[in-house]
């Protein structure tokens, strides 16, 4: 069965740094288009990035653009969310996704992790 | 910018009763005869689970009261009958455009 495991948050003090991992399994891990979706303290849900099934795209919110940077390594079966620049807004829960269509960004997420928190504070 | 609102922010429904989540892009997100639009439920603790895709197919296992319609801009979710269980935040989302968007969010509850 399809799995994602998050795992990497914990509390950072503002313009500090993490990084998230995110390991798959149950699926051909390099067919897929992987994201990440945050969810802030008592908001919304919010699209964080995305990346192709080979790597090679990658997009953004406005919001973290220049400060994130999304990665996966296929051979690992695991993406990653690298973060920096924290700030105490981007205090939130750290959600892992896979889209539902093989090779397709455009194509909903059918499994997601549990979520990893991520706390910034000084 | 695919801005999705959705309204109303919160309701309260009788189990039993009907309950109606809209969501309105402000761009059109229907290409090649598809809408672009999914309903996610999201209870605290958990996940985001996927209900619906496509605007209105039901994904596997999802109960056959939870419904969508709509095309191009405006979007429903229907909760034909409600349970315990569907007390949670509704959310729609777009992934139309290379930058995903969700709604703010409906807050479901028992009246």
């Known amino acids: 069965q399809v799995q994602l495991v998050e795992s990497g948050g914990g509390l950072v003090k503002p313009s500090g740094s993490l990084r998230l991992s995110c390991a798959a399994s149950?699926?051909?891990?390099?067919?897929?288009?992987m994201s990440w979706t945050r969810q802030a303290p008592g908001k919304g849900l919010e699209w964080v990035a995305f990346?192709?099934?080979?790597?090679?795209?990658?997009y953004y919110a406005g919001s973290v653009e220049g400060r994130f940077t999304i990665s996966r390594d296929n051979a690992k079966n695991s993406v990653y969310l690298e973060m920096n620049s924290l700030r105490a807004d981007d205090t939130a829960v750290y959600y892992c996704?896979?889209?539902?269509?093989?090779?397709?960004?455009?194509?909903?997420?059918?499994?997601w992790g549990q979520g990893t928190l991520v706390t910034v504070s000084s | 910018d695919f801005v999705m609102t959705q309204s109303p922010e919160s309701l309260a429904v009788s189990l039993g009763e009907r309950a109606t989540i809209n969501c309105k892009s402000r761009?059109?997100?229907?290409?090649?005869?598809?809408?672009?639009l999914a309903w996610y439920q999201k209870k605290p603790g958990q996940p985001p689970k996927l209900l619906i895709y496509?605007?209105?197919t039901r994904e596997s296992g999802v109960p056959d009261r939870f419904s969508g319609s709509g095309s191009g801009t405006d979007f429903t979710l229907t909760i034909s009958s409600l349970q315990a269980e569907d007390v949670a935040v509704y959310y729609c989302?777009?992934?139309?455009?290379?930058?995903?968007?969700f709604g703010q969010g409906t807050k479901v509850e028992i009246k």
């Open positions: 996704a896979r889209v539902s269509t093989a090779w397709s960004q455009q194509s909903p997420s059918n499994y």
């Open positions: 149950g699926f051909i891990f390099s067919e897929y288009y």
């Open positions: 990346i192709s099934s080979s790597g090679s795209t990658v």
């Open positions: 761009q059109s997100v229907f290409f090649n005869n598809k809408n672009y």
């Open positions: 496509w605007a209105s």
């Open positions: 989302q777009q992934y139309y455009s290379t930058s995903w968007t």
